[in-house]
């Protein structure tokens, strides 16, 4: 046997789990101590009733003979690719329900992509600081991995490179940055990636959080980007289906390499690896993305964004550099005084109890920048935010 030595590369979870380490650490030797945390990434808000009410349904289904169901088909039912289709109108953009695949959730299907593309021969362009799976499975594939850096230089929106690469991932509204392409600017990647013949794999997972209207939904609202990209949607932020899982992924049929069209390769992974989301997960979906699924859903959104406000107005006040907020559940800031991440992690920790993410655990880009979450309580946040105005 010979195992996949890439897997040596990774780095194990270091992030996530210093982190606890070092909350435990301070509640152990101070159990009195009041921590909010800031630095979830998960949602925290109920689901939309009717997408509960349809998942209810569906399981009620399974439960008698005549409307019990079993394997449904891998790529997704058609309802569900439909709902899919009938979102993307909402953005002006016009779909084929077999250019959508459904999954369970855009974490397995982002990482399953890259079995169509052939290991150790690719260039792949991975943005750092970053959300850790990009890297981690250009890692296991042994592609060439060329880091784009994102500054505050760029407003951490890095623009195309001046050579040519083969996959490249971008994530707008970026996790964990907050930064969020313009037209123009994401315009400027699909004419490079089209220049070079490269995929962009295009993480949408925070789309519902775009507000400004010069910020497309899609990187199918670009032009020319059916030719050079996959987009990933995910209802876990969107919709708070991180425990319930569902997602989806498009494959342009215009996409091709070669002339092999890689949504048919996309088909041929998921129909030999993957035996279909679960069905009232898709029901779930349905109901989610239909007008009143999403109007419940931006409910949801909005009370987040009320944690936006009360995070970015301390920071406006305190003229501190940050990018996000206005279009994403994140808020990236540089930390005072020059302070490294993990130093102003300890810092705020010890000082006002607050848990957040320090930047540089997503990439050395990230040193000196810190992550605050909107997916606490409104009252949580509001009394986080008044301790760290008082540190700033
Ligand atoms: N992509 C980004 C940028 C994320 O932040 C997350 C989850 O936090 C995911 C993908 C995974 O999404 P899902 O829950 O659909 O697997």
Same mark, same amino acid.
């Given at each position: 046997?010979?195992?996949?030595?890439?897997?040596?590369?990774?780095?194990?979870?270091?992030?996530?789990?210093?982190?606890?380490?070092?909350?435990?650490?301070?509640? %152990?030797?101070?159990?009195?101590?009041?921590?909010?945390?800031?630095?979830?990434?998960?949602?925290?808000?109920?689901?939309?009733?009717? +997408?509960? @009410?349809?998942?209810?349904?569906?399981?009620?289904?399974?439960?008698?003979?005549?409307?019990?169901?079993?394997?449904?088909?891998?790529?997704?039912?058609?309802?569900?690719?439909?709902?899919?289709? !009938?979102?993307?109108?909402?953005?002006?953009?016009?779909?084929?329900?077999?250019?959508?695949?459904?999954? !369970?959730?855009?974490?397995? !299907?982002?990482?399953?992509?890259?079995?169509?593309?052939?290991?150790?021969?690719?260039?792949?362009?991975?943005?750092?600081?970053?959300?850790?799976?990009?890297?981690?499975?250009?890692?296991?594939?042994?592609?060439?991995?060329?880091?784009?850096?994102?500054?505050?230089?760029?407003?951490?929106?890095?623009?195309?490179? @001046?050579?040519?690469?083969?996959?490249?991932?971008?994530?707008?509204?970026?996790?964990?940055?907050?930064?969020?392409?313009?037209?123009?600017?994401?315009?400027?990647?699909? !004419?490079? +990636?089209?220049?070079?013949?490269?995929?962009?794999?295009?993480?949408?997972?925070?789309?519902?959080?775009?507000?400004?209207? %010069?910020?497309?939904?899609?990187?199918?609202?670009?032009?020319?980007?059916?030719?050079?990209?996959?987009?990933?949607?995910?209802?876990?932020?969107?919709?708070?289906?991180?425990?319930?899982?569902?997602?989806?992924?498009?494959?342009?049929?215009?996409?091709?390499? @070669?002339? *092999?069209?890689?949504?048919?390769?996309?088909?041929?992974?998921?129909?030999?690896?993957?035996?279909?989301?679960?069905?009232?997960?898709?029901?779930?979906?349905?109901?989610?993305?239909?007008?009143?699924?999403?109007?419940? +859903? @931006?409910?949801? *959104?909005?009370?987040?964004?009320?944690?936006?406000?009360?995070?970015?107005?301390?920071?406006?006040?305190?003229?501190?550099?940050?990018?996000?907020?206005?279009?994403?559940?994140?808020?990236?800031?540089?930390?005072?005084?020059?302070?490294?991440?993990? %130093?102003?992690?300890?810092?705020?920790?010890?000082?006002?109890?607050?848990?957040?993410?320090?930047?540089?655990?997503?990439?050395?880009?990230?040193?000196?920048?810190?992550?605050?979450?909107?997916?606490?309580?409104?009252?949580?946040?509001?009394?986080?935010?008044?301790?760290?105005?008082?540190?700033?």
């Amino acid at each position: 046997m010979k195992i996949n030595k890439n897997y040596s590369k990774l780095e194990e979870n270091y992030l996530f789990t210093e982190i606890a380490l070092r909350t435990k650490r301070f509640c %152990d030797a101070n159990p009195d101590a009041p921590v909010i945390k800031l630095g979830i990434g998960d949602v925290t808000l109920p689901l939309p009733e009717i +997408a509960a @009410d349809a998942i209810i349904t569906a399981f009620e289904e399974l439960k008698h003979a005549e409307t019990f169901r079993g394997y449904g088909p891998e790529l997704g039912y058609h309802f569900a690719r439909k709902a899919v289709t !009938d979102y993307y109108k909402n953005y002006g953009v016009q779909l084929d329900d077999g250019e959508v695949t459904i999954g !369970d959730g855009i974490g397995s !299907d982002i990482a399953n992509i890259t079995d169509i593309f052939e290991k150790s021969a690719n260039t792949v362009l991975v943005p750092n600081p970053v959300y850790p799976l990009y890297k981690a499975t250009s890692l296991m594939d042994n592609q060439k991995i060329v880091y784009i850096e994102c500054t505050a230089e760029n407003n951490f929106l890095p623009a195309p490179p @001046d050579f040519p690469s083969d996959i490249i991932y971008l994530c707008s509204p970026n996790n964990p940055t907050g930064a969020t392409f313009n037209f123009a600017q994401l315009q400027a990647w699909v !004419d490079y +990636a089209n220049s070079c013949s490269a995929v962009i794999l295009y993480d949408n997972a925070y789309e519902r959080f775009i507000e400004e209207s %010069d910020k497309p939904h899609s990187i199918f609202q670009i032009d020319g980007a059916k030719t050079c990209a996959i987009e990933f949607g995910s209802l876990s932020k969107t919709a708070g289906f991180t425990c319930v899982r569902s997602g989806y992924t498009v494959v342009p049929f215009a996409l091709k390499s @070669d002339g *092999i069209l890689l949504n048919r390769m996309w088909q041929q992974r998921q129909t030999t690896k993957y035996n279909g989301a679960p069905y009232p997960q898709q029901r779930g979906l349905q109901a989610a993305l239909s007008p009143a699924g999403i109007t419940q +859903a @931006d409910r949801n *959104i909005a009370e987040y964004k009320k944690n936006s406000a009360l995070i970015t107005n301390v920071l406006n006040e305190k003229k501190v550099f940050y990018t996000g907020g206005k279009n994403s559940p994140y808020i990236w800031f540089r930390c005072p005084n020059g302070m490294s991440s993990w %130093d102003f992690f300890d810092f705020l920790l010890n000082k006002v109890n607050v848990v957040g993410t320090p930047g540089v655990g997503f990439g050395s880009c990230g040193e000196n920048y810190f992550r605050l979450t909107t997916f606490n309580t409104c009252v949580a946040t509001k009394e986080a935010m008044e301790r760290i105005r008082g540190i700033l």
